[in-house]
């Protein structure tokens, strides 16, 4: 038989239970403002009420491999602080059965992580949809969830953040004069953050770390001090959907060690076209890091910027329209694909750019101007319809540009001046499409000793890889014939040609003769410089001549189409 004592008071109703079978003990607290309960035969539950604002872990007496349940419903804000799990046993901090929902327009966070370590905060319990936690808005000048003030050993998923008054993501902890959040004295370790869905914010997506890696100046006691930012090691940032931040969609920074970003979506990043702070991927100073399998769409700014350490390693990314619609007209407001210079970068150490497919940015696909690093290696990349329009001494600098004095070794990189169509810049499966018609297949070098052995998408790479962030079979039929006045691309597979023009003379018509010479399609044109058509729609199986005709000359060429 149970035996319980009950005590009451106004504020605090305690009850405790026991049981020869099963020892519970059963902790509620009510309060005007709130409620906290906590449940357990060995670990426990403590449920944070919708009316709370504020919960102190070591308050409640909250142990390693405990539960953080909060209430579903909507709130204003909620301060977490003092979690401390360990190694083994993460405090876990859920929402309920139903949507968390946090909203204000006048304070200075939505959701604030403090002094809490080894925990994971996810919103993935039965909720409406994949983000169980939602915070919706908050306050000019205030980021969305707060990751600092010591915070460490963490796990962040499934939270959906918007309309922020700065970052959707903050996390790092701000240099203090007694030197407790300082390098030497803190690392922020081991963090994830995973399955987030960031949207419609007015700082960066993500603002990881501390951009002043190397020191600034503030006053201490009345004294000028220097201080210098915690490291961050064991980063890892995957799987996120990052849509119309106003600055960088990520920036990391101060991430010295084993930081691994990859496989996020960045769409439409810099939308409050803020120079210097208006990149897909700002990788900033004091990082190195492996950044891969990441698509950077339609933003207004430079797809991937590294001012970090070298021996970074650049790989399998998407990026397209980077910075082509960012002041059209101003060609000193330049925008490039991948852009790397020397920052911060240690002498002797080298970067890695590889397999990276780049489309239609505003002016260089890949600048690098990073002359202290060396050995660097820009292999294997992509480079389409890059918008510069300058005077360099080459021509190909406007698809790599490489001033005199930087060490790097260019292999295997494909250029095209082909203008990529407007229409598939939304859609991946449409690009990868696209993107076959070229003659890429089995043209690459095999760069894996350097870790890249599968695509973005976990197609293996072969012995002789695709150039460009996706692998495609190497029986993949595209023929290429280039000459001096034009370049000629067929795809007997998906029936696809491709024609530019290099002439000042417009191609005038397009025709099609089967062997007999009987015309089959004729198309009239005035086109100054790219043509691309689909035979596959026009003919049946079998061998055809192609003829594209100026006014003074002609081009013709033997073409298959293969069974549909």
Not at 264 to 281: D, K, P, T
């Amino acid at each position: 038989m149970a035996k319980c004592f009950k005590i009451n008071n106004l504020k605090i109703a305690v009850m405790i239970c026991k049981s020869n079978i099963n020892k519970t003990i059963i902790l509620l607290f009510a309060f005007l403002s709130g409620f906290i309960s906590a449940s357990s035969s060995f670990a426990k539950s403590y449920q944070v009420g919708i009316a709370l604002s504020a919960f102190d872990a070591n308050q409640w007496g909250v142990m390693p491999g405990d539960t953080i349940i909060i209430e579903p419903g909507k709130r204003k804000i909620l301060r977490i602080s003092n979690v401390l799990g360990d190694s083994l046993n993460y405090v876990l901090i859920r929402n309920g059965n139903g949507d968390v929902i946090i909203e204000n327009d006048d304070l200075f966070y939505g959701l604030a992580m403090s002094n809490c370590k080894f925990f994971r905060l996810t919103g993935s319990v039965q909720n409406d949809s994949c983000y169980g936690i939602r915070i919706l808005k908050t306050g000019k000048g205030a980021s969305g969830l707060g990751l600092a003030e010591l915070s460490s050993n963490y796990e962040v998923d499934h939270i959906e953040i918007a309309n922020t008054g700065f970052a959707g993501i903050f996390a790092l902890s701000q240099p203090t004069c007694d030197l407790s959040a300082n390098k030497g004295f803190f690392e922020q370790r081991n963090c994830i953050i995973r399955n987030t869905y960031i949207h419609d914010t007015c700082g960066e997506g993500m603002y990881i770390g501390h951009s002043f890696y190397t020191g600034y100046t503030i006053k201490c006691d009345g004294e000028d001090t220097k201080l210098f930012p915690h490291e961050i090691k064991g980063l890892k940032v995957y799987d996120n959907l990052v849509v119309n931040a106003g600055y960088d969609g990520i920036q990391i920074c101060s991430a010295v060690e084993g930081t691994e970003v990859y496989n996020n979506r960045i769409i439409n990043y810099g939308v409050a076209n803020e120079i210097m702070q208006h990149s897909g991927i700002q990788i900033g100073a004091g990082t190195k890091l492996r950044c891969y399998n990441n698509q950077m769409l339609n933003g207004s700014g430079t797809g991937i910027v590294m001012m970090g350490l070298a021996d970074s390693y650049i790989y399998n990314n998407l990026i397209v329209n980077a910075g082509k619609n960012f002041f059209p007209d101003d060609l000193a407001l330049r925008i490039y694909g991948i852009f790397v210079d020397d920052r911060l970068t240690y002498p002797g150490t080298s970067q890695y750019i590889l397999n990276n497919t780049i489309i239609s940015s505003k002016a260089d696909g890949i600048r690098f101007i990073s002359k202290l690093s060396s050995k660097n290696m820009i292999v294997n990349n992509m480079i389409v319809s890059p918008g510069a329009n300058y005077s360099y001494s080459s021509s190909d600098s406007k698809f790599i540009y490489l001033p005199n004095g930087v060490d790097v070794q260019c292999l295997n990189n494909y250029y095209s001046n082909f203008i990529f169509p407007d229409a598939l810049a939304g859609g991946v499966q449409s690009i990868v499409d696209f993107l076959k018609n070229f003659p890429v297949a089995d043209k690459g070098v095999s760069v894996s000793e350097y870790g890249v052995m599968s695509d973005m998408t976990g197609v293996a790479r072969s012995i002789s890889p695709t150039i460009g962030a996706f692998e495609f079979p190497a029986n993949n039929t595209v023929y290429n014939v280039k000459r001096e006045d034009l370049n000629f691309i067929q795809n007997t597979e998906s029936g696809v040609v491709m024609i530019e023009n290099k002439s000042e003379e417009h191609l005038r018509r397009f025709s099609v003769f089967d062997l007999t010479g009987k015309k089959i399609l004729e198309i009239p044109m005035n086109e100054p410089r790219f043509f691309m058509i689909n035979l596959k729609v026009y003919l049946k199986k079998g061998i055809y001549i192609l003829s594209i005709d100026r006014f003074s000359n002609s081009f013709s060429h033997k073409f298959i189409v293969s069974s549909y």
